[in-house]
């Protein structure tokens, strides 16, 4: 029984584990299999992208958006990330989470090394077993009695666990990356292997021929022999760095290796102004050569060695011999499934080491500056903003020649890149510039009352009156697409409602957007809140952005369908106001006049096909097959060149029809229509709310019964009677412009002008006034009287 005992204590931690490996990695994704040209293929859940690689390695990037250029990459696993929470064995879910990363980059023709801790906590878990086996033995020897009592773990040596331990991790590695065809290697070295001339250029060589043949090198010291670092010895200079900790080795491997991107994965998600944790730590997004004297450091991780300074400090010296940094946290369960990938892609991930300072403010403090010129915007008067908006309407038609000027660069550059569509939307016209200062007037006259206006008035109590007045919601974030005449007018509806504003434009209309920016901030300079304004033009993803919600209140994208979708789904706690789809019908009623339905759907269809509020699905009556309403409409769109799609009930009636509708939830955007056949109003409704995106929808008729149930049961933003959908528009709506339609059911909804940019905030004025005066043997009573509200003035 006891040498069963020993032979099931000694059994390896390893074999035990390897079950548990393979059939975790496996589960993630598929073996990989060499092609037959000997090219391994793409097999992973995380998106398999191969990308040209050809960098020569001298500077450090600049921008996060380059390091997907990265070839070269050493990823350092702190010990944090690689233990348990108990420090006692392996994290084996995260392990295996960051093998299948550097597999994928490994598999896109990268060059992977890993630089790993975890060796002495895989051996403290063995000895651990080891010695509690040993003393069960000892004890059921001594008392001859199957009962043990509680035993005492002596401290562990460090060395001993590492030599224990440093087997086991190897073999797991292996185990790992063999479930995607990958070969990996160990190396342990120590501070001698970098500073003996002889040692040193053994191990480059030896690192070159291993990531020659594909081959991903795990780099550890050599934990077991290596002597007790010496204090403040980890950096000496810029040409010399002693191997103190897993920090300091990578970043001497990084730059041994002359390796374009060393990513340095803790268990924070980066630099920080102060200690994490702290009331006023802000993550450092970009940290440059010479700020570490703006930060507080505190202490270092709950195991390893080495704390965020060390890491800072070797990070920096990476930097200085032209590798590129990035320190993240590897151990957040909601992102270390794709923290490297991500980091990779040049997501804003954890704290990115430049040598280059941009030339403007980063996006971060824009979004400061925006959020206190906002607050200084809502204290002026209404008057003072309304002249503000004014100004900016005469420098639109003062400036035209500059800004048709800066427009007719962004058209030349986007000739052949972009389709007519978004052409057409590029393009500004001395009319389009006199139609935004009519707007933008507009916008000013509205403005008045705007801010500041009383709701709601209540007696509470004798001497304490409630008030609920209109505020601006703060700072609002609009990112819209080929579309520069958007600026002028969200700018001014963000000055009339004293809102802080922050505008990403599209690439394409980058002039554009230049020259109307600083016409914006121009005009806005009369009061002193130039700030209030700001244009994002460094090289953020809009991904990157809607996670600021620290900064941002509100999300407005104006674009495409596919951008509303990406960044619905990318904002991170920000609301989103918007539409995904400008899917609108009109329906023709059996009852209809000829020439109304033929000049609604023409306009509906073809006065601006780009348009979200432009007609994509026409739905007409049964009766009205064969018969000369239904053949003038056709005829109609034959002469406007729009292709027909059939639904499938229409289909059914034609002997030859046209393309069937492979969709009925489509948006076109252009001169395609889809038709099809209702028995009924009902059916009409019951096709728009299963098909439909809740944008317009239309009923041509001439019955006003008909008219006014469809009125009533259509739930849309915006429904129509006898009216285009091009309708739908704030200006044609008398709002002045619109920062977009919103098809969402709570704040806002249809197209948002200034009203949808406004929230409110209740105001109590009291004297001395306090709850337990209102209890039950209480001295005052609830009144809730309602009292009138000022009058609005509508001047």
Known sequence: MLSQICRSGCQ?????????????????????????????????????????????????????????????????????????????????????????????????????????SGAVAFGKQRLRHEILLSQSVRQALHSGQNQLKEMAIPVLEARACA???????????????????????????????????????????TLHELLRMNIVPIVNTNDAVVPPAEPNSDLQGVNVISVKDNDSLAARLAVEMKTDLLIVLSDVEGLFDSPPGSDDAKLIDIFYPGDQQSVTFGTKSRVGMGGMEAKVKAALWALQGGTSVVIANGTHPKVSGHVITDIVEGKK??????????????????????????????????????????????????????????????LEEAEGRLAAPLLKRLSLSTSKLNSLAIGLRQIAASSQDSVGRVLRRTRIAKNLELEQVTVPIGVLLVIFESRPDCLPQVAALAIASGNGLLLKGGKEASHSNRILHLLTQEALSIHGVKEA???????????????????????????????????????????????????????????????????????????????????????????????????????????????????????????????????????????ELCIEVVDSVQ?????????????????????????????????????????????????????????????????????????GLLTTKWLLRGQDHVVSDFSEHGSLKYLHENLPVPQRNTN
Request: charged share 25%.
């Open 349 to 410: 991930v954890g704290t990115f080491f430049s040598e280059v300072k941009p030339a403007g403010p980063t996006v971060e403090q824009q979004g400061e500056m925006a959020r206190s010129g906002g607050r200084m915007l809502a204290t002026l008067e209404p008057e003072q903003r309304a002249e503000i908006i004014h100004h900016l309407a005469d420098l639109l038609t003062d400036q035209r020649d500059e800004i048709l000027l800066a427009n007719k660069k962004d």
């Open 683 to 755: 059916e009409a409704i019951d096709h728009i709310h299963k098909y439909g995106s809740s944008h317009t929808d239309v009923i041509v008729t001439e019955n006003e019964k008909t008219a006014e149930f469809f009125l009533q049961h259509v739930d849309s933003a915006c429904v129509f009677w006898n009216a285009s959908t091009r309708f739908s528009d704030g200006y044609r709506f008398g709002l002045g412009a619109e920062v977009g339609i919103s098809t969402s059911r709570i704040h806002a909804r249809g197209p948002v002008g200034l009203e």
């Open 12 to 116: 390896s931690f390893t074999q035990r584990l390897l079950p548990w490996v393979q059939s975790t990695t496996l589960s993630r994704s598929h073996r990989v299999q060499p092609s037959a040209t000997g090219h391994v293929r793409s097999w992973s859940n995380i998106p398999f992208i191969t990308v040209p690689l050809s960098r020569t390695h001298g500077k450090s990037f600049a921008h996060r958006s380059e390091l997907k250029h990265a070839k070269r990459i050493v990823v350092k696993l702190g010990s944090a990330v690689v233990t348990r929470g108990d420090e006692c064995g392996l994290a084996l879910g995260r392990l295996a989470s960051i093998v299948e990363q550097v597999s994928v980059l490994q598999n896109q023709g990268r060059e992977m090394m890993l630089v790993t």
């Open 163 to 205: 030599a224990a331990g440093q087997s086991g991790l190897m073999a797991l590695y292996e185990a790992m990356f063999t479930q995607y065809s990958i070969c990996a290697a160990q190396i342990l070295v120590t501070n001698l292997d970098f500073h003996d001339e002889q040692k040193r250029r053994n191990l480059n060589g």
């Open 533 to 671: 304004v700001q244009l994002v033009n460094t090289r953020e993803e809009v991904e990157d952005l809607c996670r600021l919600d620290k900064m941002i209140d509100l999300i407005i994208p104006r674009g495409s369908s596919q951008l509303v979708r990406d960044i619905q789904k990318a904002a991170k706690g920000i609301p989103v106001m918007g539409h995904s789809e400008g899917i609108c019908h009109m329906y023709v009623d059996s009852e209809s006049s000829v020439d109304k339905a033929t000049r609604l759907v023409r306009d509906s269809k073809c006065e601006y096909p780009a348009a979200c509020n432009a007609l994509e699905t026409l739905l007409i009556h049964r009766d009205l097959l064969r018969t000369p309403l239904f053949d003038q409409i056709i005829d109609m769109l034959r002469v406007e060149q729009v292709k027909i799609h059939a639904g499938p009930k229409f289909a059914s009636y034609l002997t030859f029809s046209p393309s069937e509708v492979k969709s009925l939830r489509t948006e076109y955007g252009d001169l």
